[in-house]
T-cell receptor, first 111, second 112 residues
Framework: LAKTTQPISMDSYEGQEVNITCSHNNIATNDYITWYQQFPSQGPRFIIQGYKTKVTNEVASLFIPADRKSSTLSLPRVSLSDTAVYYC????????????FGTGTRLQVFP | NAGVTQTPKFQVLKTGQSMTLQCAQDMNHNSMYWYRQDPGMGLRLIYYSASEGTTDKGEVPNGYNVSRLNKREFSLRLESAAPSQTSVYFCASMGGRGDTQYFGPGTRLTVL
């Protein structure tokens, strides 16, 4: 199972772009990369998922280099409400449903 | 469409007591999961079930048992609760390959 490594915490200010990088050196060929957001006292919520190159939705962008050993979640113009913990999850290969979360990155957005 | 529901929302137990946490999903998902989250920490996988009738251990299965009662329901049982099991327990479900996990609101368990 691919182990993920993320920064423990990051600080930003409102209106800035935030990039959170996740390392997953042992990613398997069939693994997807998924990012979740978690607010205090709530369950994680899906943000974005990708397999390679770039994926963009209304909330974020996900950049995955060709070797897929890392990925970067990009949050454009963050607001105070983006203060949360962000988890990178690698898995969904075809022979297992075992999904293990990493430690997550605690993002604090200041006014 | 309620998504993933968990009961109870809160529970206080004494050491040695037993209880079952209930989880149900109405999205016709095949896979279901139980995670625990200790204060200020990340999620740790306890058990998961890839399909009805199958269950597998996660990272921290000791002290827990699970039952995949049917496709909708996946329960977590603590046979003899210990203070170290004080945590927030999240249930999640997932559809098929390439799908994402959907989480319930959590059960906050305190063991005295």
């Amino acid at each position: 199972l691919a182990k993920t490594t993320q920064p423990i915490s990051m600080d930003s200010y409102e209106g800035q772009e935030v990039n959170i990088t996740c390392s997953h050196n042992n990613i398997a060929t069939n693994d997807y990369i998924t990012w979740y957001q978690q607010f205090p006292s709530q369950g994680p919520r899906f943000i974005i998922q990708g397999y390679k190159t770039k994926v963009t939705n209304e909330v974020a962008s996900l950049f995955i280099p060709a070797d897929r050993k890392s990925s970067t979640l990009s949050l454009p113009r963050v607001s105070l409400s983006d203060t949360a913990v962000y988890y990178c999850l690698v898995g969904r290969s075809y022979n297992t449903d075992k999904l293990i979360f990493g430690t997550g990155t605690r993002l604090q957005v200041f006014p | 469409n309620a998504g993933v529901t968990q009961t109870p929302k809160f529970q206080v137990l004494k050491t040695g007591q037993s209880m079952t946490l209930q989880c149900a999903q109405d999205m016709n998902h095949n896979s279901m999961y139980w995670y625990r989250q200790d204060p200020g920490m990340g999620l740790r996988l306890i058990y998961y079930s890839a399909s009805e009738g199958t269950t597998d251990k996660g990272e921290v299965p000791n002290g827990y048992n699970v039952s995949r009662l049917n496709k909708r329901e996946f329960s977590l049982r603590l046979e003899s609760a210990a203070p170290s099991q004080t945590s927030v327990y999240f249930c999640a479900s997932m559809g098929g390959r390439g799908d994402t996990q959907y989480f319930g609101p959590g059960t906050r368990l305190t063991v005295l």
